[in-house]
């Protein structure tokens, strides 16, 4: 600990020295250029530790053809995330070739982003910042006594004279981004007034506190582009800022925004991420250092040079060298394969959406979120120390597809082998795998999360982040998930089930999820507040090679999770229609079959099919009326009805009334049919036949002609089963009270189950069964194939029953024929 903080202290007195030291040097406005300048500004933003050679030397060859085009000085900025979630290329040496090609290439200055602090504070200031060549600038990023933690700003003078302060700041979602234990003895202020402190600083006059011509923001925090009028990067950073990076969002665009106050414009700019594009903004300045006019625009990768330019450029020379090594170091330790696949597994897909090939769409439920939820699961109940219920993973932590490539090319959809490699580029991060004790209410709170909400109570930049989750977990819900269902957060959730079983709020869970979400990661604090966590000692993505390894084949699990539910009323009557309405029924991922139709079971009774729409929504629709459903709460169960998805969709609904149910008709005996001959095992024909006690009544006498219809006696208004035979016909189990077609009188000895032995079951002694004045419940006799049923208890004795049994068999043989067709 001592050392930890010694550390500390000196990464923030190193820290103000170099603030000092800007403060001392005075800028003599005298000297500047009597001539008007150009000055081109370079930015990029969530590189990511993308140094493949076609993406970063991609990258190197925009960045030093833009630079040879400019007519005055250039500079290279970042918005940050340089490195965290990269390529195994870079991961496996935690990121050092990142930082080196950024060297190479000439970065200046970056904002840090929240992957800058993923592996904790003390991390980036004794490994990332001494290993830099370029400023990590944080000005909202504090100690905990308020001082600054980092270079707020970073300052540049041109050859022109004119002097270029960048100041960078952080989003403060980062303590939630990152495991929040790391950063205990940092602070994250507000972005926003954290630059304008700086930029007034830089433009009040006083030299003594140091002055700029320019003030350039570098934010790693994206603008509402769907809300610009009231965005607070747009309208409420200082007029003194002159231009606006951003990042975070991973986002392209370029906005001409107004400076608030003041009749101008300036940009605002985010290139996306991954070295797709280069934000280019060129500056017209006075002799003054005054912004005359600009112009800004995105620049897209042109791609990897070509050798002679490699070899004529130092700075592309430099680049390519750390690059090849990386790679091929990287190859020699990823390029095993560690198994196949059987389809495409991938994040949430748009096909609309460019960014990313389509991919990375973080709002929607994916098949790559499904198997790293189950890979989890699996991981901790292998480690035989610390078994789970549940596995979770958040989407921001899967950062590839498989198979490899299809980011850039769906062409690759066809490969079936996984590499080392191309597992440890879908989870980068390395995250140890922890188990957490969550309660039903605990983890209704998380899917609540979904609808994200920062520290500050706010809405976050990502509105909905959608959760992976193990195969076994199913949940209904009624809110959109976006932006506008953040307005019912807190009451979204409708259903949860877990193995088929509904979540009650007392239940507990043990969950698998990375240390990243056990932090409160991504915002979803619940997951902090579990009870008993333990660490499982394995690395998420280690796990991740060992479940192929293991497992050898795997395949996409298409089956959805979370589904809307619509206009689900208060109670529905069982004599009339069932309707409510359906969305979100199709997993968003490349390849997914869509879900064609739904069996629908209401209580385990099946009342009918709804097609699915092409878009993924269904409306339900179904006549209820002699279904034999009964009033009460019951579970609604909609499966896939073509096995394709494998969806099922769970959720609760209650109904009331009274099922109006039609007499049985029962069929008449079949003139040919053969009375068969008794079993060995049943009364002798020549048995007396015993007459009934007098406490029971006696059963009712069947018609003699086989063709009548008997008379119903008795005829339940709701469905029940007639006797215990038709249970045991039915569910071949005993039948507890409040399941549908239970009634008292299937339970004789009152104790809430019944039917308890089967009828098959031949003993004498049994008691099971139960007569009522009907003869309906409990009635005896063979079957038409000669199988034994149970007898009826009657109050008989076996001495009695056995003395009836030539009556039994000849005087009423045809009739117990026809009853055991009926029952059947």
Known sequence: ??????????????????????????????????????????????????????????????????????????????????????????????????????????????????????????????????????????????????????????????????KVAVIGAVTTETPQLTDPSALSTIQFTDPVAAVNRYAEQLSDGNEANDEADLVIAEYHEGVNTSATATDAIINQTSGAVDVIFTGHTHEEYVIDAPVPGENRTRPVLQTGNYGDNLGKVVLNLSADGTVESYTAGLVPNMGAPSADQIATDPVLATANTIITDANAYATEQGSVVAGQITGPI??????????????????????????????????????????????????????????????????????????????????????????????????????????????????????????????????????????????????????????????????????????????????????????????????????????????????????????????????????????????????????????????????????GTATVAADGTASISLDMAGKGVPNGTHEVVLTDGTGVAGTVVRLSATFTGEQSVPPVVEPSPEPSEPVPSPEPSQPAPSDPAPSPEPSDPAPAEPTADPSATPAPTSEPTAFEYENCRAVWDDLDRPIKEGKPGFHPGLDSDGDGVGCETDPDYTNDSDDSGYSDSSGLYGSSGYGSNGSSQRLAHTGFTSIMIAAAGALAVFAGGAVLVANRRRKA
Request: proline share 4%.
């Open 346 to 607: 991938t994040t949430g897909y748009d096909p609309t959406t460019a960014a990313k090939g389509g991919f990375d769409m973080r709002d929607r439920e994916s098949t790559m979120g499904h198997l790293v939820a189950d890979m989890y699961l699996h991981a901790a109940n292998s480690s035989g120390r610390t078994p789970a219920d549940i596995g979770i993973v958040n989407p921001g932590g899967l950062r590839d597809e498989l198979p490899a490539g299809l980011r850039t090319s769906l062409s690759a959809a066809a490969g079936t082998d996984v590499r080392v490699m191309d597992i440890v580029n879908v989870t980068p991060f390395a995250n140890n795998l922890w188990t957490t004790e969550l309660t039903g209410a605990q983890l209704r709170s998380v899917l609540e999360e979904q609808w994200q909400q920062t520290s500050a109570g706010e809405m976050a930049t990502r509105p909905y982040l959608q959760l992976g989750f193990s195969s076994n977990v199913t949940y209904t819900y009624t809110g959109a998930p976006t932006a506008e269902g953040y307005a019912t957060r807190g009451s979204n959730i409708l259903d949860v089930f877990v193995n088929g079983t509904k979540v009650a709020d007392s239940d507990t869970y043990t969950v698998a999820i990375p240390s990243f979400l056990l932090g409160g990661g991504d915002n979803f604090g619940t997951l902090s507040a579990g009870a008993n966590a333990k660490d499982t000692a394995l690395v998420d993505s280690d796990a991740f090679v060992s479940y192929f390894k293991e497992m050898g084949s795997v395949s996409p699990n298409y089956a959805k999770q979370a589904v809307q539910v619509q206009n689900l009323t208060e109670s529905y009557d069982v004599n009339g229609a069932l309707i409510f309405d359906l969305a979100d029924l199709n997993v968003d991922s490349y390849g997914v079959p869509s879900l064609t139709e739904l069996k629908v079971t209401v209580g385990g009774i099946e009342v």
């Open 1 to 162: 600990m001592a050392s930890s903080l010694s550390r500390r202290l000196a990464g923030i007195t190193a820290t103000g020295a170099t603030v000092l030291a800007l403060i001392a040097v005075p800028v003599d406005h005298a000297n500047s250029a009597d001539a008007p300048s150009t000055l081109t500004l370079l930015n990029i933003n969530d590189f990511h530790g993308r140094i493949s050679p076609s993406i970063a030397m991609g990258l190197a060859n925009t960045v030093q053809t833009e630079r040879a085009a400019s007519s005055g000085d250039s500079m290279l900025l970042s918005a940050g995330d340089n490195v965290g979630a990269s390529l195994y290329a870079s991961s496996v040496q935690k990121d050092k070739p990142t930082i080196d090609f950024l060297n190479a290439l000439g970065l200046q200055a970056t904002a840090v982003g929240n992957h800058e602090f993923d592996a904790g504070w003390d991390d980036l200031m004794n490994r990332i910042v001494p290993s830099s060549n370029y400023s990590q600038l944080g000005a909202n990023v504090l100690t905990l006594d308020g001082a600054p933690a980092l270079d707020p700003y970073y300052t540049y003078t041109t050859a022109e004279g004119v």
